[in-house]
């Protein structure tokens, strides 16, 4: 969480095409342009005779920076990274990455932002370690020639080696844990958001995720970390935000 | 370079359907078996009654064969809804969603493996009722049934698009698709002619593409007389395909739509 400066494109950017951060700010949301992802005024309410779980939300993310969200379970940690992460849509407000919405270009949105959702879920049971992570690399709709080389450096990188070959569903729930988090690196996305990403990994798992991050804050990436208020975390955030009562408190 | 990269992404999920088929290494044995048995049963039926206006027991059999065939197609079909209910059970629908190549592509790229299946599986049906049960095929016009079949296909497609926009609005996979089949294979005629409905039932089975599909490939297949001509039938096949796949379509998007604004996308 940063004032709106203004810094230099990260070099995944550049090949993305994306807008050039140096252009003249005009009064039509100018700060959200120059922003990777950038929340503002977000309303959500499940039902009619519930309060709402988020109210008027602004949050913006600058490049380069890691975000820790914390709160009470129920707070809607989970519902805001939802709504920026473009998959269920805020009654009111928006959620733009480089200011723009998912609804405004849903495979861009998707190509710079990479969400991984708290759980043990979006895995398919039946197929190998390697497959999952081919047949991700071709979802996220990675150069036809990198796929190869891609899948098996994060293969690596996450040390899935002796896993590769092994169905998911005949691996740990912490090996499942890992693998789920290669998935959301695996395409180096410019924006990370990570659901209790601690879940069911050890120490070796968790020194891996760290890995990973401080490869993405290498690329002048964007991440946003969220997990309950209480869990303890030794790695250092730029930012720290509560979320209570529906609306973001500095912690 | 964006259309090469849909079209690997599509050539990824038919990869990982065939994947996970064949990670139950059963499955093929048993759908085999079911072909197998229901052609015994239709064998012995068709020498057993004789139905009018077919000339033979042969010709009836021939009849209900390449219905048993279209039959698995149907299936297929219909298949697709419970495909992404179960993606919606595993979190994978989310992660599709969330993807690039993103969930209207995602599931209509699920149907071609199911297809492709069902292809070879009505092939297979045909193979053993030559090979086992003495059917005789009309080798002429039978490479003319390939086309044929697909064209039938991209009219039926859009019935699986459309139980699965509504398995993603109910949440419930098999949303009455058992009574649909049940229904088509009566009024579309795959187990017998449809001139032994009441009228009003025939009028019904114009209204539907299997009908038409079905008569085509009887009349390329075994030489079954058509009740219109082949251009009328292909015609109709494409009128299907070109009014309901837009509209399965949108009601896949609309659906998917409606499930992120309610929020109710994530649930399964």
Redesign the interface.
């Known amino acids: 969480m940063t004032p709106h400066s203004l810094q230099e494109p990260a070099p995944a950017s550049e090949r993305l095409a994306l807008p050039p951060l140096d252009r003249p700010l005009s009064p039509a949301m100018p700060a959200d342009q120059g922003m990777p992802l950038t929340l503002r005024g977000v309303h959500k309410r499940w039902h009619k005779s519930q309060a709402p779980v988020l109210e008027g939300v602004d949050l913006t993310l600058d490049l380069g920076t890691s975000t820790w969200l914390g709160g009470r379970n129920g707070a809607g940690k989970t519902t805001l990274l939802r709504i920026a992460a473009g998959l269920i849509d805020p009654d009111r407000g928006r959620a733009q990455v480089w200011g723009f919405t998912a609804a405004e270009n849903r495979a861009r949105y998707h190509r710079l932002l990479s969400f991984l959702p708290a759980g043990d879920r979006g895995l398919y049971a039946r197929l190998t370690v390697r497959r999952q992570l081919r047949f991700w690399a071709r979802i996220a709709m990675l150069e036809a020639a990198l796929v190869r080389a891609r899948v098996e450096e994060t293969i690596d990188a996450f040390d899935l080696g002796e896993l590769a070959d092994r169905r998911v569903d005949r691996i740990s729930m912490g090996q499942r844990q890992r693998l789920r988090i290669a998935m959301t690196f695996l395409a180096r996305p410019e924006i990370v958001l990570l659901d209790e990403p601690l879940t069911s990994l050890d120490a070796e798992g968790a020194e891996i995720l760290e890995r990973a991050i401080a490869e993405l804050m290498e690329r002048n990436g964007t991440l946003l970390w969220c997990s309950p208020s209480g869990e303890p975390l030794e790695r250092h955030f730029d930012a720290r935000w509560i979320l209570a009562g529906g609306r973001l408190v500095q912690e | 370079m964006?259309l090469?990269?849909?079209g690997?992404?599509f050539?990824?999920?038919m990869?990982?359907d065939l994947?996970?088929y064949l990670?139950?290494r059963t499955r093929l044995v048993s759908q085999v078996l079911t072909s197998v048995f229901s052609l015994t049963l239709f064998y012995y039926v068709s020498r057993l009654v004789h139905v009018s206006g077919f000339p033979s027991p042969a010709s009836y059999f021939g009849f209900v064969v390449v219905g048993i065939a279209l039959v698995s197609v149907l299936y297929s079909c219909f298949s697709i809804s419970e495909m992404v209910r179960q993606e919606l059970i595993?979190?994978?629908f989310?992660?599709?969603?969330?993807?690039?190549?993103?969930a209207i592509r995602?599931v209509v790229a699920m149907t071609i493996f199911p297809l492709l299946y069902a292809f070879m599986l009505a092939a297979l049906t045909l193979g053993i009722g030559c090979a086992v049960f003495g059917l005789q095929l009309h080798w002429s016009t039978v490479p003319l049934s390939v086309p044929a079949l697909a064209l039938a296909l991209l009219s039926f497609l859009p019935f699986g698009l459309l139980f699965a926009a509504l398995t993603i609005a109910t949440k419930q996979g098999s949303v009455g698709t058992s009574w649909v089949i049940a229904l088509i294979s009566i009024v579309g005629g795959l187990y017998f002619p449809i001139s032994l409905l009441p009228e009003w039932a025939q009028t019904a089975s114009h209204l539907q593409p299997f009908t038409p599909a079905t008569e085509l490939l009887r009349h390329l297949l075994v030489d079954s007389p058509l009740q219109t001509s082949t251009a009328t039938a292909i015609a109709k096949l494409v009128g299907f395909a070109v009014v309901l796949m837009p509209a399965s379509l949108f009601a896949l998007h609309h659906a998917i739509r409606i499930g992120?604004?309610r929020?109710t996308?994530?649930e399964y």
């Open positions: 964006a090469r990269h849909a690997l992404a050539g990824a999920v990869r990982r994947h996970v990670s139950y595993a979190g994978t989310e992660r599709l969603l969330l993807s690039p190549f993103g995602g992120q604004r929020g996308i994530i």
